[in-house]
């Protein structure tokens, strides 16, 4: 009885007990679901959320840098009418913050450091802005741009006498639009070593006066190497400016993440730096240089370095397989078709693919080769297979092949298969099309640039620019993604149009895609409660716009932790 008696005592004040701090329990949880007072509320905007939970919304709510709520604007009032910040975004549309799977930053960043002479007409025009630049330049310094047109200037090239009168003290080698031609003045010819006695370089020109058989300062193709190889390697100052450059040009085409995908140890000194310094808008994901076997090692032994709060990542190495389709580098399994002679290059043979590999899954890194032609995506995919193989205990190793650009069918499956992400760029395809065919002929060219059979077969796919190879603007990506035509809508219906893309597709590998790429699907690349506050706010409705209009597309603000990194209304 006495027993039964305390028991029943015991049990009801356990209920009691129980009860009371379920009650605080729920309390907390209304009180954690309501956030009575966000840091911002976005209302009135078309969220494409990239959620398949909750595909549409037009208000999302704020705390430091994550979202906590996404719903209706109806809601969004009623919720949190004490939010600390909010922005009307009249109907806006607002996007996952766009990933770049694969870019060049310090490419895109010294093509910003040196002097755009790009649209200038005239000699006189170009020797003024040089004499400029000269002005606050040290002597000896070198002073570089690009862009002029030696195309409509190649009937009547510029001499060196007016660029080297206005700087004498210091070198100057400007570098045509296309790379055939570069201008160099008195100063850095000298420096090269190149008078009037010099020959001829194998497959390049240096122009002479037809008098005095001088130097003219126009050097073709190769010849351009003379001069350019004595131009000093980057400074860690340069350096980091450079990527200070590229990454504002980034978030004001709408980007809030890229993966660098070759990141030597300067890059990794100034990335740490400006990121240190607060001056890096943009989250890094960094393929360290496979090639550098130094910094391989050191890096093997040292570990990932994986950033807890998502601004610098570095957990992956970069190989490179074979060259390119358009020099004919890319290693295909049979001849090319214009050229019967040759199968192109294997640049990283299959064993070392392999056994980087195999020692990267065991230090927690992740490889990603570039690889275009069939036979090298092959030995790829084979070296990968054998080091996962032979590593089960890497659970989720996500090898990636960069481009994958020309596929032998039966390999297509192979992605899925080993859990291999495929990296692949939209408009290197749109750019290739007009000579692709020539290299491959009628049959291998249909499993090219293959978005959709690679897609279909279940691979993962990420999608990316490779600016500045490419045009980093994610628009003209995500159009040629889903055209398949070049920007003036050619050819009529798209090249191979069977492997287009849907844009919702697109986008996928431009967000969820390109998260899971680096491992932080669950950090980034959709709209949703938890996740961090990386926007891409833009110009018009991209789901309901046609697709050549998509190419006129602009970034209105761009989020990246919560943080407004890019403004059109303030940034200019
Ligand atoms: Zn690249």
């Excluded at 008098?211 to 190769?222: D, Q, V, Y």
């Excluded at 045009?471 to 003209?476: A, D, E, S, V």
Aim: aromatic residues 6%; hydrophobic residues 40%.
């Amino acid at each position: 009885m006495n027993l039964t008696f305390r028991n029943s005592n015991w049990t009801s004040l356990a209920r009691a007990c129980a009860l009371f701090f379920l009650a605080l329990l729920l309390l907390g949880v209304s009180l954690s679901t309501q956030s009575p007072n966000p840091d911002l509320l976005l209302l009135n905007a078309h969220v494409v959320t990239m959620n398949d939970k909750q595909p549409s919304a037009e208000a999302i709510a704020v705390q430091g840098e994550r979202i906590i709520w996404v719903g209706t604007s109806g809601e969004a009032k009623r919720l949190y009418s004490k939010a600390a910040r909010t922005i009307d975004l009249h109907g806006a549309t607002v996007l996952p913050g766009i990933i770049d799977a694969h870019t060049h930053l310090i490419n895109l960043g010294e093509s910003l450091v040196r002097l755009n002479l790009k649209d200038i007409p005239s000699e006189n025009e170009i020797v003024e802005r040089v004499k400029q630049r000269a002005a606050s330049a040290a002597p000896g310094d070198w002073i570089l741009g690009w862009g002029w047109d030696e195309g409509k200037w190649a009937s009547n090239y510029p001499s060196n006498q007016a660029l080297s009168d206005a700087t004498p003290r210091n070198p100057v080698f400007l570098v045509g639009l296309h790379t055939f031609a570069a201008w160099a003045n008195q100063r850095a010819l000298k420096l090269a070593g190149i008078h009037k006695d010099t020959k001829d370089p194998e497959n390049g020109k240096i122009l002479r006066d037809e008098k005095t058989g001088e130097p003219t300062g126009i050097l073709l193709n190769r010849a351009q190497d003379l001069v350019s190889k004595h131009i000093p390697p980057m400074t860690l100052v340069q350096a980091k400016r450079a990527m200070q450059l590229a990454a504002r040009e980034c978030v004001r085409n709408g980007l809030t993440s890229v993966h660098e995908a070759k990141v030597t140890p300067l890059m990794v000194e100034a990335f740490h730096e400006l990121v240190r310094e607060g001056r890096m808008p943009l989250r890094v994901y960094g393929m360290l240089d496979g090639a550098d076997k130094n910094l391989v090692e050191e890096w093997l032994k040292r570990g990932p370095e994986i950033d807890p709060h998502h601004q610098l990542t570095i957990r992956s190495f970069k190989l490179f397989a074979d060259g390119a389709l358009g020099s004919r580098g890319a290693a295909l399994l049979a001849p090319y078709t214009d050229a019967p002679q040759t199968k192109g290059v294997m640049t990283t043979p299959e064993s070392e693919v392999y056994s980087l590999t195999r020692r990267s899954l065991q230090a927690g890194f992740q490889v990603c080769t570039h690889a275009i032609g069939d036979a090298a995506n092959r030995s790829v995919l084979d070296a990968y297979a054998q080091a996962e193989k032979e590593m089960p205990t890497s659970r989720d190793p996500r090898l990636r092949v960069e481009h994958a650009q020309v596929l032998a069918s039966e390999d297509i499956p192979r992605f899925a298969k080993l859990g291999v992400i495929a990296s692949m760029q939209p408009t290197h395809c749109t750019s290739d099309m007009a000579w692709a065919e020539k290299r491959l002929g009628p049959v291998r060219v249909k499993d090219a640039y293959a978005w959709r059979s690679v897609k279909d077969s279940g691979s993962h796919l990420s999608l990316s620019s490779d600016f500045p190879g490419e045009t980093l603007n994610p628009f003209y990506g995500i159009y040629a993604a889903i055209t398949r035509q070049d920007p003036q809508g050619n050819p009529p219906g798209g090249w191979y149009p069977e492997q287009k893309l849907t844009l919702e597709e697109a986008l996928r590998g431009y967000t969820v895609e390109a998260a899971y790429a680096e491992f932080q699907e669950s950090e980034k690349g959709s709209i949703e409660k938890g996740k961090l506050v990386d926007l891409t706010i833009i110009s018009k409705d991209i789901t309901k716009i046609p697709p050549s209009a998509i190419l006129s597309i602009r970034a209105l603000k761009t989020f990246v932790g919560g943080k407004i990194v890019y403004d059109a209304e303030t940034d200019h």
